[in-house]
């Protein structure tokens, strides 16, 4: 039973990715590429492209689209609800805890055992898609001047994407 295979596999998504959005994409891309055979690499960056530029958090996004293009309608909404669900509920025993235990020493020393393993999910995420997406030298050349647009220029993320487009229509 699909929905069943795609609410588990969101569900533990949800459950154990820590971070963000980015910090989930490298557990999306194991359960839907490796684990489940769902999608191909190319067909997950294309969906994770989209889930860039559309409006809302891209882990959900992603999750909605590979559930979309899995088993339609329904597969998208029990994959949104699947990844979102564990979130819903472990914020509100945080927020509980939090509430009880205040800023003490011990919530420090969590948020300080997290950070740096979010950052390897997230840099993990990076190296994965990198060795997809950049094909040569003027995909290269692209990734390292939207890179340098956005840290330097502060260019806005929808022009870049926008002017990105139009030099793969340029170069390909």
């Keep these: 039973m699909i929905y069943w295979g795609l609410f588990l596999s969101f569900f ?3 459950l154990f990715s820590f971070g963000g959005g980015y910090a989930m994409i490298p557990l ?3 359960e839907v590429i490796e684990v ?3 999608l191909s690499q ?4 294309d969906m994770l492209a989209i889930a860039q530029v559309t409006p809302g958090p891209i882990a959900i996004n992603t999750a909605t689209f590979v559930g979309q293009r899995v088993a339609g309608i329904p597969g998208a909404v029990t994959t949104t609800f699947a990844v979102v669900f564990p979130s819903f509920v472990i914020v509100l025993i945080l927020a509980y805890l939090v509430k009880r235990i205040g800023e003490s020493k011990q919530m420090d020393y969590i948020y300080k055992g997290l950070r740096p393993v979010v950052l390897a999910l997230i840099l993990s995420a990076l190296v994965s898609i990198g ?3 950049i094909t040569g ?3 290269a050349a692209i990734a390292v ?3 340098l647009a956005l840290r330097y220029k502060k260019l806005n993320m929808v022009m870049l994407l926008i002017l990105s487009g139009l030099l793969g229509v340029f170069f390909y």
Excluded at 42 to 45: D, G, K, P, S
Aim: proline share 0%; net charge neutral.
């Design 42 to 45: 190319a067909e997950f960056l």
């Design 36 to 38: 489940n055979s769902w």
């Design 131 to 133: 060795r997809e997406s």
């Design 28 to 30: 999306i891309q194991n």
């Design 145 to 147: 001047l939207g890179f």
């Design 12 to 14: 533990k998504i949800g």
């Design 137 to 139: 030298i003027s995909t």
